[in-house]
């Protein structure tokens, strides 16, 4: 029955078993769930130890490390994948050569989680039974920054005309909502570490450093939340057209403007502000390689719900992997994102 229920499934999804039920196997299911042009449908683990992550609660463990061949054969699965990168040489070669004998696709997790591997090149010396894996930082080749460069210009004359009407009619809301200027320019770490004026839809009163330093030395809650994310969720310095800018994004609009000066992508790390160049460590030279962008992973990934350490990563994460593929899916994602108000404030 199991067997005919997951032939039904195969035409939309591609069953998939799990060897493995611990962090790795976790974070690999969550990819699955998140991003649905992966097609994979998980029909449980196989664990030698009782499960204790979120995921492998939601699935079936069907059995244990030894019971490969029986549950391949019961449930007819074709594509495993081994998730357990703690696993001793020898047992992950066992497992290994037992799948590949009995089903047609066989993937395996090493413990790399977390680094660049999305072009990823692959060298084998078959004598030595040894393989490398090439790991490339994309935009640290000018070409395809430059590709990146002709991609930003083109797609913001274009979006930039489209959206005219839209950027008109922001400004005169703006304009009549609270007394100060229309735009705000505001100072951010760009490429090579250069500051430059960052453009946005005034959303604060003119007054706000001083509204924000008062509030600060009165309120000890506020200023541990300001010194943790730069950001405040119940900010007093917000006008009313604000609070709707900032919800839906539509501040960042003039940001299309750093874009055709060159001092800003369309889509790249989120732009920092000079005491927030600490916090990136190391990563602060792939920060450096790019130009910030008006979106980016951070912004499709849940923006100001994701911790500061999370953000870091992503920036590195995309800098390594950038291609104008990628670009144009985050600029999809940015717009579902922001219709649905994730994390924004």
């Not at 061949?69 to 497992?95: F, S």
Request: glycine share 8%; net charge positive; hydrophobic share 40%.
């Amino acid at each position: 029955m199991l067997k005919h229920t997951l032939g039904q499934a195969e035409f939309f999804h591609t069953p998939v078993l799990i060897v493995g039920a611990g962090m790795t196997a976790d974070a690999v299911v969550r990819e699955f769930e998140k991003d649905s042009g992966l097609n994979y449908r998980v029909v449980g683990f196989l664990e030698d130890h009782a499960p204790k992550t979120k995921y492998a609660k939601a699935y079936p463990v069907l059995g244990g490390f030894a019971d490969l061949e029986k549950v391949v054969t019961e449930t007819g699965v074709q594509h495993v994948l081994i998730a357990a990168p703690g696993l001793p040489q020898d047992q992950l070669a066992n497992l290994l050569y037992r799948a590949q004998s009995i089903c047609s696709d066989v993937g395996v997790v090493p413990n790399l989680v977390e680094v660049p591997m999305s072009n990823v090149q692959v060298e084998s010396y078959y004598d030595a039974k040894v393989m490398i894996l090439h790991v490339q930082n994309n935009l640290a080749r000018w070409s395809n920054r430059a590709v990146k460069r002709v991609f930003d210009v083109v797609m913001t004359l274009v979006g930039g005309l489209l959206i005219s009407p839209i950027l008109l009619g922001v400004a005169l809301w703006v304009y009549r909502d609270s007394p100060g200027p229309v735009i705000y320019k505001h100072r951010r770490v760009g490429k090579d570490g250069r500051e430059f004026d960052c453009y946005k839809f005034r959303s604060m009163c003119v007054d706000s450093a001083e509204r924000l330093q008062k509030l600060l030395d009165s309120d000890s809650e506020a200023r541990k939340e300001w010194e943790t994310s730069f950001k405040l969720k119940n900010d007093p310095r917000i006008t009313r057209s604000g609070v709707f800018l900032r919800k839906t994004s539509l501040d960042e609009l003039p940001q299309l403007l750093n874009v055709l000066k060159g001092e800003m992508s369309l889509v790249g790390p989120r732009p920092i502000i000079q005491k927030e160049v600490p916090r990136y460590g190391e990563f602060i030279k792939e920060y450096y390689m790019v130009r910030p962008g008006i979106t980016g992973m951070w912004q499709v990934s849940g923006r100001s719900d994701i911790d500061y350490p999370e953000r870091v990563r992503m920036d590195s994460w995309y800098v390594h992997n950038w291609s104008v593929w990628l670009d144009i899916v985050m600029l999809w994602r940015t717009i579902k994102v922001v219709a649905g108000h994730k994390g924004a404030y």
